[in-house]
């Protein structure tokens, strides 16, 4: 079974930061592109960064300048460093991968997800 655990969250005051990493894990055959969403309270889930297999980023409007993503594939992990951080950005951040897993055909996979709370 395939399995994607993000840790990393927690409470920070605004202007701090934190390093959100995901871990996939299980009988993965190979690992194309990585991401990491976010949900806040009342609004529809949205794509924070994404990268694919080959290194290249990309990122919502709202966090250009302040988060990087990077991947360290030999570790099948992907990492979200979120600096100068916002009450705005108060959110479940969600990890998603689309990666085929032996015998299996290419899918996305999501984490159950981890809570950022940005106080002001």
């Known amino acids: 079974q395939v399995q994607l655990v993000e840790s990393g969250g927690g409470l920070v005051q605004a202007g701090g930061s934190l390093r959100l990493s995901c871990v996939a894990s299980?009988?993965?055959?190979?690992?194309?592109?990585m991401g990491w969403y976010r949900q806040a309270p009342g609004k529809q889930r949205e794509l924070v960064a994404g990268?694919?297999?080959?290194?290249?980023?990309n990122y919502a409007d709202s966090v250009k300048g302040r988060f990087t993503i990077s991947r360290d594939n030999a570790k099948n992990t992907v990492y979200l460093q979120m600096n100068s951080l916002k009450p705005e950005d108060t959110a479940v951040y969600y990890c998603?991968?689309?990666?085929?897993?032996?015998?299996?055909?290419?899918?996305?996979?999501w984490g159950k997800g981890t809570l950022v709370t940005v106080s002001s």
């Open positions: 998603k991968s689309t990666l085929s897993a032996w015998g299996r055909t290419r899918m996305d996979y």
């Open positions: 990268i694919t297999s080959g290194g290249s980023t």
């Open positions: 299980g009988t993965i055959f190979s690992i194309n592109a």
